[in-house]
Every structure is written in C-alpha cells, then in structure tokens.
C-alpha cells in the first residue's frame, strides 16, 4: 500500500476511535450524572444542625456575657441565650429560615445571636463548601466580613434590602459574602417575627418634620453658621494618631506623609431637600430638577470635600459604590451608588469656596430615612497595608437639621376601644403588614447583584457582540493579516485586564462540577446567576458550543488562556527559543486533560468539596482572580505553566486543562464547520500545521475539533499570499499575467511613439515612415 495511502488508512482509523471515544464519554457522564448519593437532599433533610453546631461554641461567642444555652424554643428553630437566668438573646442558623445557597450550589450555615430588639450580637460561620474560601480567600477576612454585623439592627437592614451590604466586600469573594450578608438579615428578621417581636413600636406622642413652606435662600456664611450645612475637617495628623490607636504596625509604618497641621480633608455635607438649604446650595434651577426627580419622601443629600484625600475614592467607578462614605441614622445605614450619584460643578451660595468635589445623592425610593431627625455622615479612611489587605479607620460628620426648618405636630387621638379589640386589631394590623411586606418583596439576590453590575454586563455584551461579529465576518478579517493580529492582541489584552483581573470573570471546571451536582439534587438558576458575567459567559459558551465549538472560549474568553498567549508571543519576540512537540507524543499526551476532568467529575460524585479542592491544578484562581497572591506552592504552580507556555505554547491549554476537556466533549455537536482548507492542505502544505499555535491541524491538513481554539491563525495563512503555496501559486499567475499585460502594452506605446505619419500636400496620401527618417 502507498505510504500515502496508509497514513490516510491510519488517520481514518484514528478519527472512528475517537469519536467513538468522544461518545462513550458523552454517555459515561449522562449516566453518571443520574446517580451517586443525594448528598444535598439529604442535608438539606437534617433539620436539627442547630444544637450539634451550638456544642462547638460558647454562650458568650454568640451574646457577650452569656453562660449557658436554653432549650430549643418550640415549634420554632432557635435557642434562648442565658445570662444567669435571664435571657438575653437568642441563637439561631440562618440556613433554617432562609435559603443560604451560595455559588457553591451548598448551603452556608452561619450560626447568629440575636438580642430582643434585633441586634445582632455575634455570628460564626460553621459550615460551606464556597471554592473560593475553600482554597484562596483566608478565613480571617470572611470572618471579619460576618463580624461587621455585629452590633447591627437586622430589622433596620431589612428596610434597606435592595441596596448594597453595609459591611464592605471581600474582595475575590463577592457572591460569598452577599449570600452572608443576605440571610443574615432575612432570617434575622424571621426570627424577630417567629418571636413575636418584629411589631411597631408605639407611636411617638409628637412628631417632627420638615417644613416645606421656608424656602428663603441664605448666603455661604448664614449655612454654616446655623448649621444648615455642616462640616468636618481632618488634618494628616488626626488621621495617623487614628492609625496609632488601631495597634495596627504595618498600618503605623505607612503614614501620611507631610506636615501634621495639613489637611487632608475638609468635608461638608448638608440635606438639599430642605427647600431653604437646597435652593441656596443647588440654585434655583438645579433645585427644581431634583424636586422633579424626587419621589414623595425621598430625599437628598449634597457632599462637598477639598483636601488630598477624595470623599469619593474610585471604587464607585469599578463596582458602583462609594466605599469611602456611607449615611448613618438610628442603627440603619444607607450606602451610596453611582446610579444615586450627580456630580456637581459648583455651589449656588453666594460667598462659597470652590470645591474639586460636589456631590449630589438621590437616596433610593423607599428608604426608610427620616428628614426631621439626626443623622452622620460616615468617612472611612483606608490605608493599604498588602495587595488585598488594608486598615480602616471612620470619622463621624454628624448632621442635625436646624429647627427653624422643622415643624411639630401632634397625632389625633383614636376612639377608645376594648382591650380584646385593641388587641385584635392590632394583631390583624401586624398580620396585614407582615404580609404585606412579604408580597413587597425584597427583591431576589441575584437581581440586586445584577442592578448593580449593569455597566459591567453592558461591556460583556458588547464584547461577546464583537466576537460574534469577527466569527461571522472572518474572511474579511483574515485577508488582512496586519488588522488581524491588531484585533486578536487587542482582544486578549480586554479578556486579560478587563475581563479577568478586573472582573474576575474566569470560568473554571468547578462551575461544571456544581452544575451537574445541582441537576442531581436541588437544581435552581438562582444559584447560577449570582454571578452575572460568569452567568453570562456559560450562556454564551453554550450557544458557541453549536457553532464553533469550544474554540470561542478557550481561544479569545479565557483569562488564563490569554495571559498564556500573551506571555508565548512576548518570548517569541525577544528570542526564547520554541519546542516542537512531536505530533505522535502530542497525540498521546493530549487525552491527559480528559482523563483529568473524569477523575474530577467522579470525585465530584462522591465529594463536591474534594473535587473543588482537587481541581486547583486550574491556577485560574491563582492568576487570574487572587493576582498571584496565595500560598508560595500555588503561585510556584502556576508560575511553571507560564514558564512552561513560554517554550511550548498554551502547554496547560493543550494538556492538562480539564475545562477545556469538558467543554470538547459536547463541542462535538457542533453543527458548521468554518475553517476553510485547499485541497493540498496537508498534501503536500504543512504550514498551517506547523504554525497552529497548540497543534490542532493534523498531519493529513483536516482539523481536530476538540483541541481547536479558534484563532483564525490558519485562516490568515489561507488567504495569505506570501505564504500560503495556493495563495502564492495564484499570486504568481496573477503577477505574471499582469507584467504580461504591462509589458505588451508598452511595446504598442513604444510602436506608437517610433512612427511618424506624414500627409502628401498635392495627393493627400497619409504615409508613415519611422521616427527621425
């Protein structure tokens, strides 16, 4: 048989094994998904995880003083707290209330002690199986995240459920701790109604508010002095005697440099929906859009600051929150974000100095927020001591509105009533609220998580739109090789910076590994949509899949796939010399990563929690999300895939990625095929093979699906014309041709310029004779 011949024999045969392969696969992970113990189910049956969780902790850690727990309360999961014999608080796991599902697709238990008004005393996080936390995010800081709500009100945080937590994230660890944050105050609150004491308390006899009628508009000089507008001003010296009082050395060692006796802030803050103060501030113009835009009962506050340290940071540009000031009144607080935010060039008061920053915020309707009463605006002052860890301390700016613009009024009295109906009434009153409230709805989670994040989603799209876009119209992107690579660095460089270590948007085999425990016990999308760009991301993989494979994400969507990338042409360019992998050891060592994702899928089965541990041999986390700052081993890990990427190109993509694994094997459905190829290619052209950055064109020239990232190199080369030998070949006759024709028509132009045609006077006869006889 033709050598030829049998190497096409060979590669047939080698195709029907791996489809075959491909199959068996396909149908080994339907099956398997289908059993194994319901691991979740039954937890989730084990009610009782209260007391074997309370025999782990002291009284105390849950109610400072307390020394001993009660008996179980009946027929409602919490357990009264006791100093001596009174009680002083209760303890309950919010997972018994409410639904505490984190991104792991497993509950978060977090044992809470509560005081009679709702006052959270302590909490203790006892069980989780979050990957991030798992293995990257330090316990300490998820605890220190749960102990910022020590001290807080949960009926109070209720009132303010769709706005941001009002303890500040963890960052790597977002939809972590909002879970946290989250069913802390929702079961707080339903155990305060399960107690019987989440009622209103009796009405005030006189009641204050604001008087609408005074709109006299006042100078600069006239708000500060009557305290319409009031101020806080800080030197370097106050803030790093602050510091010192923390304890904190390496906080101590960072301190602010420059004279003590400089400011480094002068903040004002003052309430515009006052009439009298917001047209002196805002003018008379600015005050009458904002009270169109008010709500009845909503209300506005101004901020103006001048120093070296901004009131606003930049956090608010990354995420939407102003993380350096927050609006603090009673025991409840109120974040500002950018949506409530207007920024302001100047202030209307006549004799006001000019501020670098003015701020006008809008509080969100429904804000339980009362004018008439005091209030402080909060400063928070960081001091970064490591990449991710920093020092806070707070300084109070309070706020009390001056009475001339307030008003007294005395309820009117209520018809007497019996005691029985008194009581009825205020039962059915209670009932009809709690309902009420109920229907209101807070709003779910994942959809305040994605509120937001719109600006984040909205770049995503537009990004995944593009990449659409380039699929769809590659020809005419590949014919120019220059655009091209312009486009797909360019394109990296996004999925990198923006998209990875910005966003932190990386999908992992450990979001497959939940999804299919998910399918096998309590499946629910909220879980999965708590995240909106890894939401997002899966969404737009799956419909990729039916298109282009898995080439979409692995080729121009993964982080880690694009630093690799990154860091390959960056060796090329300065010389590193590159290792050819044989094509017969590339064959056999490319199943590794399949082997990989099966063993962590039936690790999966038996043990989610092992599996997620045991699928950090993806160094996403590592690099992408905790910036290379873990544990030496795991950052030595990924450090060696890099190096090893820089001699052999996308070396963890080609062998070892089980994500990759898993998203091949459905990729097989895809349903076109839009690489194009000549019929030479691979007979006797191996350019596009040798030149295929992870070695996914075959010897014979066709194209492995399955390890295929879509980088349209070979399409380049397809329509390259100095380097493809078809493309050359039609160069070359095109060329040829064209010197043909340029070289006949300047013989006709020098025939034409070599004859001279004279005329005979006496005849007329036309006679032509060479030029110069």
Not at 454 to 476: E, H, K, N, R, Y
Not at 608 to 631: M, N, V
């Amino acid at each position: 048989m033709p050598k030829g011949k049998s190497r096409r024999v060979a590669v047939v045969r080698f195709r029907r094994v791996q489809r075959w392969v491909g199959s068996a696969l396909v149908a080994l992970l339907l099956l398997l998904t289908g059993i194994g113990p319901d691991i979740a189910t039954a937890e989730a049956a084990d009610s009782g995880r209260l007391l074997p969780y309370l025999a782990k902790l002291q009284p105390s850690d849950l109610v400072p003083g307390a020394d001993r727990f009660g008996q179980p309360t009946p027929n409602t999961p919490t357990v009264p707290v006791y100093k001596g014999e009174a009680v002083v608080g209760h303890a309950y796991l919010t997972s018994d209330f409410v639904n505490t599902t984190g991104y792991s697709g497993r509950p978060i238990d977090v044992v809470v002690g509560l005081t009679a008004d709702g006052t959270v005393t302590g909490a203790r996080l006892m069980d989780h199986h979050e990957p991030i936390v798992l293995i990257g995010i330090p316990p300490a800081r998820i605890n220190g995240f749960i102990n910022g709500y020590v001290g807080k009100n949960v009926l109070t945080l209720a009132t303010q459920s769709a706005a941001s937590p009002p303890v500040d994230i963890v960052s790597g660890a977002t939809v972590t701790v909002m879970v946290i944050g989250d069913s802390i105050i929702r079961s707080g609150k339903k155990v305060m109604q399960s107690l019987g004491k989440a009622g209103p308390d009796t009405a005030p006899t006189i009641v204050k508010s604001v008087d609408l009628s005074k709109t006299a508009v006042e100078d600069w000089t006239t708000l500060i002095g009557d305290g319409s507008v009031r101020r806080l001003t800080l030197t370097v010296g106050e803030v790093n005697a602050a510091f010192e009082k923390t304890g904190r050395a390496e906080a101590i060692a960072r301190a602010e440099a420059g004279s003590p006796d400089e400011t480094f802030i002068d903040l004002y803050a003052a309430l515009v929906s006052i009439p009298s103060i917001g047209r002196s501030l805002l003018g008379d113009a600015e005050y009458e859009t904002l009270t169109k835009r008010l709500k009845p009962g909503q209300q506005a506050v101004w901020v103006a600051g001048q120093g070296r340290y901004s009131f606003k940071g930049s956090g608010y540009v990354r995420g939407g929150i102003f993380d350096r000031v927050e609006m603090i009144q009673h025991e409840g607080s109120i974040r500002f974000r950018d949506k409530m935010h207007k920024r302001l060039g100047s202030v209307a008061a006549a004799g006001a100095p000019d501020f670098p920053e003015i701020g006008l915020f809008v509080l969100p309707e429904g804000t339980e927020f009362n004018p008439a009463d005091p209030w402080r605006l909060q400063l928070l002052v960081q001091r970064a001591i490591a990449a991710l860890d920093k020092v806070f301390v707070t300084f109070d700016l309070g706020y009390q509105p001056p009475d001339k613009y307030l008003k007294t009024e005395q309820p009117a009295p209520t018809a007497a009533a019996s005691p029985d109906q008194s009581a009825s009434h205020s039962a059915a009153i209670q009932a009809a609220g709690a309902e009420a409230a109920e229907e209101a709805a807070e709003v779910p989670l994942w959809q305040r998580i994605w509120q937001n994040r719109q600006l984040d989603i909205t770049v995503l799209a537009s990004a995944i739109l593009l990449l659409t876009g380039i699929f769809f119209f590659q020809d005419q992107l590949t014919k120019r090789p220059k655009l091209y690579e312009r486009v797909r660095t360019a394109y990296l460089v996004f999925t990198l910076v923006w998209l990875g270590w910005y966003a932190t948007a990386q999908l992992s085999v450990v979001n497959i590994l939940t999804f299919a425990n998910a399918l096998r016990t309590d499946f629910r999308w909220d879980y999965f949509m708590m995240d909106p760009l890894v939401f997002i991301l899966w969404f737009s993989v799956a419909a990729s899949l039916l298109f282009w494979g898995r080439g979409a994400f692995c080729g121009w969507l993964c982080p880690f796939g694009a630093l690799q990338e990154l860091a390959s042409k960056a060796a090329k360019r300065i010389g590193i010399r590159q290792i050819t992998v044989p094509f017969a050891l590339h064959q056999r060592l490319w199943p590794i990563k399949y082997i990989v994702f099966l063993l962590l899928f039936g690790v999966s089965l038996q043990s989610l929690g092992t599996a997620e541990k045991a699928a950090e041999i993806e160094p996403f986390k590592t690099a992408i999300i905790l910036h290379f700052i873990r544990d030496w081993w795991f950052v030595a890990f990924a450090v060696a895939l890099l190096a090893a990427g820089l001699v052999i190109e996308r070396f963890f993509c080609r062998y070892l990625c089980p994500l990759g694994a898993a998203l091949a094997i459905p990729g097989r459905l895809r349903m076109f095929d839009w690489l194009r190829r000549y019929k030479e290619c691979g007979s006797p052209c191996q350019r596009c093979g040798n030149e295929c950055p992870v070695q996914a064109i075959h010897p014979d020239g066709s194209i492995n699906p399955n390890e295929c990232i879509q980088c349209l190199h070979c399409q380049m080369l397809y329509h390259h014309d100095h380097k493809c030998p078809v493309m050359i070949q039609k160069r070359q006759k095109r060329e040829k041709w064209q010197a043909a024709e340029a070289k006949l028509a300047a013989e006709k132009e020098a025939a034409a310029r070599s004859t001279v045609a004279t005329a005979d006077p006496a005849t007329g006869r036309l006679t032509i004779r060479p030029h110069g006889s």
